[in-house]
């Protein structure tokens, strides 16, 4: 093809024919032009279908991700719930004079409220890949990244609410460690995780459930739980299933 665009060229000039060599050097500019643009435009139509693409495979791993942390957060308010349903129980045996206790019943309730941590861990591959490679700006619904990014905003949030929650549970713990007989309570309860014999010690000494600091930490512990589930769990909650009802309305 070039060959022959030469050997056009060549041929007006031999001829001497000046105007008919412009106008046709005119009309071979024009082409290449048309072709450099009719290129560009077919590199875009590859660019635009590889990121559209990319972009379906992102929703549909952000769709899975986002349904499985739906229900890690709904097991997350429950074990929550059942925490503060066994701070209330020990809150029963609180005050200045001690009423009579069984000890078993108390010992679980012990456990119910402090062996597990309330906190929420959800599946993040997607979601980090996304923000690690800018890969956001494949989302073509603006909305959509919006949520998004508030969403791990509201993560950060429920994160250092948690943090907080721990800490009045440790600090509430630890009467029943300094006043209590942790060995003869593993001797009790029904899922120890060791076999141990009884203690030699007398029976525990439940002196911490006459403690107003026990009794006002121990509410604290219950006021800040509660406070976990309604003012951050199910905000992020409803946050979520919206997340996945527009995510499922982006995917082709």
Aim: glycine share 4%; hydrophobic share 35%.
């Amino acid at each position: 093809m070039i060959k022959f665009f030469r050997s056009i060229r060549k041929d007006l000039m031999e001829q001497n024919k000046t105007g008919k060599y412009l106008k046709y050097a005119f009309g071979e500019i024009i082409l290449v032009v048309l072709g450099i643009l009719i290129a560009l435009q077919i590199n875009n139509w590859n660019e635009t279908r590889k990121n559209r693409d990319t972009e379906q495979q992102l929703l549909n791993s952000l769709l899975q991700e986002f349904e499985t942390n739906l229900e890690i957060l709904d097991q997350t308010i429950e074990k929550n719930t059942k925490i503060v349903e066994s701070c209330i129980n020990i809150g029963e045996f609180t005050g200045p004079s001690l009423a009579i206790v069984s000890e078993k019943e108390l010992s679980q309730d012990m456990v119910g409220a402090f062996k597990y941590d309330s906190r929420y861990i959800p599946n993040k591959g997607t979601i980090n890949e996304i923000n690690n490679s800018g890969k956001l700006s494949l989302i073509s619904d603006p909305s959509l990244r919006n949520k998004i990014s508030k969403w791990l905003s509201q993560l950060e949030l429920v994160n250092n609410q948690e943090k907080y929650v721990i800490e009045r549970r440790d600090y509430t713990h630890d009467f029943f460690i300094n006043n209590g007989n942790f060995r003869r309570h593993l001797d009790i309860i029904d899922d120890a995780l060791i076999d141990v014999k009884p203690s030699k010690f007398p029976n525990n000494d439940f002196s911490f459930l006459e403690k107003s600091e026990f009794e006002s930490n121990l509410y604290l512990f219950i006021v800040t739980s509660v406070n976990l589930n309604r003012g951050f769990y199910l905000p992020l909650k409803e946050q979520t299933e919206i997340l996945i009802q527009q995510i499922k309305q982006n995917i082709d």
